[in-house]
């Protein structure tokens, strides 16, 4: 599979988990970190690990011990890290060449 589609959406959970490449994020805390509802994050998720820009597992706990469903960790894979560092600055470059200034201060 090639490489996602960068939307806003897109953009946003990549922000969030290249905030700290290294770690494991589980959904609900990229969720909170992207600014975007739950249930939207996870098509993005998939769609990225399918790309091979994450991989993911299961945690291993005693789901009656520790009163909660198991959480899907996500981490940054190391071509992910790469494909998510030079497609937010080239999105980011696409922003800025895009806006154009008026005398008055406002966008055009």
């Given at each position: 599979?090639?490489?996602?589609?960068?939307?806003?959406?897109?953009?946003a959970?990549?922000?969030?988990?290249?905030?700290?490449?290294?770690?494991?994020?589980?959904?609900?805390?990229?969720?909170?970190?992207?600014?975007?509802?739950?249930?939207?994050?996870?098509?993005?998720?998939?769609?990225?690990?399918?790309?091979?820009?994450?991989?993911?597992?299961?945690?291993?706990?005693?789901?009656?011990?520790?009163?909660?469903?198991?959480?899907?960790?996500?981490?940054?894979?190391?071509?992910?890290?790469?494909?998510?560092?030079?497609?937010?600055?080239?999105a980011?470059?696409?922003?800025?060449?895009?806006?154009?200034?008026?005398?008055?201060?406002?966008?055009?």
């Amino acid at each position: 599979m090639g490489d996602p589609r960068m939307t806003m959406a897109t953009r946003a959970v990549l922000s969030a988990l290249i905030a700290k490449p290294a770690d494991e994020h589980y959904g609900l805390e990229i969720s909170d970190a992207a600014g975007l509802a739950p249930g939207s994050i996870y098509p993005i998720l998939i769609r990225l690990e399918q790309c091979g820009w994450l991989e993911s597992r299961w945690e291993d706990i005693d789901t009656h011990e520790e009163g909660r469903p198991k959480r899907r960790y996500y981490r940054l894979s190391q071509k992910g890290a790469q494909s998510a560092t030079a497609a937010l600055a080239k999105a980011s470059g696409r922003k800025r060449r895009g806006t154009v200034l008026r005398p008055e201060g406002g966008a055009a």
